[in-house]
């Protein structure tokens, strides 16, 4: 099982399972207060569901952070078109890998949140978009849907509440882009893994053309919780604004990397020290990314006070994204961080639009000419230039991703550039060495 | 009539449809917001990102492609932060794009070349490698090179939505996305081209067309397609007296930029090594090459001598001659030579369609309909292969207007993607079928119903009965097969009291038979198979040396359509101009050809001046239907005829076993067809045969 | 075209997973297992997977070019992916991924020449916490040095 030594910090609420015995059957699951939101569910009105939905601030854990009540209050209920309940665990942006502990360790707690999630729209079947690379996490949802359907937590008239509910695994087959929801619904479809033009929103016209909630894996999970002990006590455990906890995958130069279940509102100097251990090696802070490569970098004095909520972060011009936190330590060379993250855009950019299918290879090309030595001045103002310029103009938000995280460390870590001006070797480079072992 | 919206475009203010895109509603505002996937009729795609705009209230620019009008909307699309967005976009466009313009086949009518013109991006900063990729033949009309390739997706949404053939998609993602062809390395699709005339850029360029010339060096004529019946419009590109490209991307005409693989491409007969350029006479039971005079004299003198013996004349007319020749043919086979023996190869019972109409207006289908219509009723024919432009316009229709298409046919048609029903009968079960969707039909608003040889004579009457049954408004086409079939039929190419049929005019025993413009002898209605001559004396006018015309005594070589002027009328019964557009060697238009024959007889006074426009003057004084408003052809477009209560009339009706349909796939078109150089060239024509 | 009953029955529920008029949606997750039966997507299973979905090869081609973990060339009987993307980076993904490449003596996206190991730089793959990850086919290996890369390498020549 995939999951790390806890730490006494955590707020074990969506992972309280792990580490327990056999913790992804059905046994366990019920044994532990499983389903029971699911019951109580089943006798509310899906107004009342949203209601404690909206009561407990989640918002979306994907990256956007869309408040989860209000977007399944969007689904127009009354349509008389079937609706569907998509499960974004695509999990592909680079430093997040919360989503697998959370399937692997606790599956029949994604299926919970996804009837709940059925009953507050009345939605009838889902799938569970898993990514490709996550074929065992197909095989272990696959596992859990079957105990599910077995003993009647899936299928026709459910325990007898007379809901009817079906879910799928979907399998992708490797592509960052198809993590964005709409791209998500094209690729389930059985298309190239292009985003739509919205509007519509999923939400009124989602898979199959037809109203459908989707969300990530975490949401989803948080769902029972909220159901089980109230919206408000959720709500309670977060910040005013967002309620509940956070799954936070700690990256990077850590001594104790892991994910760990952390408040929102948690704070980030005490997240390095204390549940990550610390940054290896004694060294220093120099960058970091709250939430996945796609947000602005921070250095180490913007993070100084800085807490894990999404107004923190969007007062420090970032954002708290899907939870995957990158800790660079003083040795990083920001060139090459940058330049790994343009290459990986580049790499994922759909090519749908001009400005990130050219812009993300035109800034990945000068970033290697940059890297290797052969940059000169007026590129530093280039990639800054073309960065700014992609920016807000795409027809989806990879091409943010991609300018966000390039612009932030040119005019953060500008003389890290000048550095490696006039041909000099990267300053960081330490040929062969390994630090990990 | 839904209430319109208010909005401002720069200033400007604006009022439009609820729906209308923001990128719409500037145009007719005369602003033009630039863009390169933005094409009308087509699905949206935002994908250029060419046509973004600063919409008040609105956080970032906006799509004017995608952004419905609202009321009270400000838009505007001359602000520096969209003018720096398009210098943007377009030095990203620039930074793959090779600048080979050039020797770039686009040079001159490019949409990228255009805009950095006027958009910016003179110079680029990009000096990193470029990536290069070898150019490619998808077939022998359509080439593609990958890095002039901009990738608005307008090539494969045409081929998909346009032509419903899907032919062309994007394979590999991002920066490697790359249009491909559907099978491996090639193309197997209906080669009409569309393709490349909608590329914004030199991407797909043209087999027929590439390094012959630049847009600029030509003259553009508009003509008329001579190949099957729908009469589409087509831009020739003339240069030296050669004509170097055919297209319609000024969408005028009855067909838009619709053009089929014959349209675009096929005129290249005009040039084909075997084409007639001097008229031949047999001598010694040899045809030889004589002078025009002596050919002509030929001719005259004999046909004065038959008139003046007492012989009998028979007169076969053509399917692709104008209505001034077919008129004037009549008239000449009528008045100078007493005949009543005139007729020509029927295709569809247009008559029996306006006999079944008689006593009724406004029921003759155009081409505009199927594309306004609610439903259409498709019987018989597969249009996507013999009528090309019909069955565009039904997809058309479905598309935008989501029309309901009925098709009842013999095998699968295209029509079957997106047709509400489709019925598969054997001949004779068409009433059956009809029957069975006589209740969803009666529910129908409105009903074309398009039919083919398949309904001939009575049958048609039957049809006619059953559609007016519907109880609603209900109109017809009759398909017929070639550039002016439905003119022949119109100009009275049709047996007079006592007269033989052609078959009949075969087998008879006739002192002269002239044929002008068509090849009976290959095989005809009622006599399968070839046919071996009987007229004492055989006079032929066609381009090429045909199965008939090697039996010939005097064979005169004839202009093409694009030779000459005149009118013809399409199978919807649209009257549209031809302009000519080269000049031949050798070659004469049929009417003068005529008009000499009638002068060489001392016959001309009777007949008037061979001049088009004044013979067209004389169709539109006596020709039933015919006395359509000239502006509307003379400005390039198509006027349709009512020819309905007033038909010429045959003794005795046309014969419905004497119709029939050549049924002409894309890539076939009668004898004309196997002169074509493109038709014969492509892999498709080869596999349909 | 004919499969293990095993993939046979996967395609039979995979096809019934969707609306009805939906089939198309099986077409990724079809082109999955039978790659990782066939070793990569032929043509053959182009056209078949078309035929069952009810599309065209070129939208099969379409969609498969566009997802990275489809092949049409065959791979390694053992795909070793290893991700340098920055969570692995900084725990110096890049320099395991060099090690890899001389060690088989071969780059990216090559096969071994006995045809039993190849090799992919990979994009994030969901290991961050647990950098440097590598996959061996679907199989994750966590904090790999370059010790345990030639372990996990030698172990699999012994099995091939
Ligand atoms: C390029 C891109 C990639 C994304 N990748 C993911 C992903 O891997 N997982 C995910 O849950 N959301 C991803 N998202 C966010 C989704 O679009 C969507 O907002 C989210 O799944 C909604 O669920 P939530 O409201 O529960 O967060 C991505 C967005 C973009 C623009
Ligand atoms: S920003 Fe444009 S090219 Fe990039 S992934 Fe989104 S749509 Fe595709
Ligand atoms: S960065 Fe390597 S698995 Fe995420």
New interface residues.
Partial sequence: M?Y?EPSPLETRVLSFRFGLPNSATLDTYLATRGYEAFRKAAGMKPEEIIEQVKISNLRGRGGAGFPTGMKWSFVPRTSPK?KYIVVNAD???????K??VLMENDPHQLIEGCLIAGLAVDAH?G?IYI??????LIEVMDKAIAEAYEKGWLGKNIQGTGFDFDL?T???????ECGEESALLE???????IPRIRPPFPAVVGA?QCPTVLNNVETYCAVPAILRDGGAAFAALGVPKAGGTKMT?????VNK???YELRLGFPVKQMIEEVGGGIRQGRKLKAF?PGG?SCPVLTAKEVEGATMDYDSMAQRKSMLGSG?V???DEE?CMV??AL??MR?YA??S?GWCIPCREGTTWLRKILTRFHAGGGTRSDIDLIGDLSRNMLGRTFCPLGDAAAMPTLSIVEKFRGEFEDHLNGKPCPFERA?????? | MPDLVKLTIDGKAVQAAPGTLVIDAAKMAGIEIPAFCYYEGLTLQAACRMCLVEVEKMPKMMTACTLPVAEGMVVRTETPQVAQARKYTLEFLLTNHPLDCPVCDKGGECELQDMVFRYGAGESRYTEEKVHTPEKQFSPVVFFDAPRCILCFRCVRICNEGMGV????????GVLSEI????GDHLECDECGACIDICPVGALTSGIYRYQTRPWEMQHVGAICTHCGDGCKTTLGVRNNRIIRGNNRDHSGINGEFLCIKGRYAFDFYDHPERLQAPLVRKNGKLEEVSWSEALDTVANRFNQIRADGGTFGVIGSNHTTNEENFYLRKFAREVLATPHIDHHRTGDVTALVDALSGKTGRMATVADLYNRKAVLVLGADLAREHPLLSFQIRANYRHHQAHVYAVTPGPVREDKYAVASVRVASGGYFAALEDLRARLKAEPELVIVFDDSFKGPDVHRLVEFGESLGIPVRYICLVDYSNSRGALDMGLVPGEGGMRLDEMLAADLSALWVVGANPFKGTPGVPGSVARKARFLVVQDLFLTETAEQADVVLPAASAYEKSGTVTNTTGEVQRLKRAINTMGAKPDLEIMGFIARQMGAAGALGPWVPETVFAEIRRTVHGYDIPLPEIDTGGAAPTTPVNGRVTEAGGPRPDLIRSDHNGLFASGTLGRYSKVLNSVLEGRLDR | MTFSPQLEARFDKLLK???PG?Q??????M???AQDELGSVTDELVDEVARR?G?????V??????????HRKPLGKYHVQVC????C????GD??W?HACKKLGIGHKEVTADGQISLEEV??????????AI?VN???EH?V???KLDQILDGLRKKA
């Fill in positions: 995939l790390n079937p999990e592909s942006e680079p430093g997040t890998c989503d697998r079947a799938y990514r490709g690379e996550y074929r065992y799928y979907h399998s992708g087959a490797g592509a960052y690729s389930l479809e059985g298309k190239r893994g199959f995958c700690l990256t990077g130069h990397p892991g994910v990314i490569s995957g990158i800790i660079m990083t090459k961080a790994r993250i990986f790499h994922e759909c062969g060495e390994m630090v990990t072992a | 899907g032919a062309l998609g994007v394979i590999y993602r491909a062809p559907n099978h | 997973s969707y609306p939906r198309r949606s099986a077409m990724i997750p082109l999955m297992y979905v599309v065209t090869p070129l939208q081609n379409e969609v498969l070019s566009y997802y990275s973990m489809l340098t993307n920055i969570s980076l900084l725990c110096d320099k395991l060099e994009e994030c793959m969901g290991a961050c916490s647990w950098a440097p996959q679907y199989d994750f904090f040095t370059p010790e």
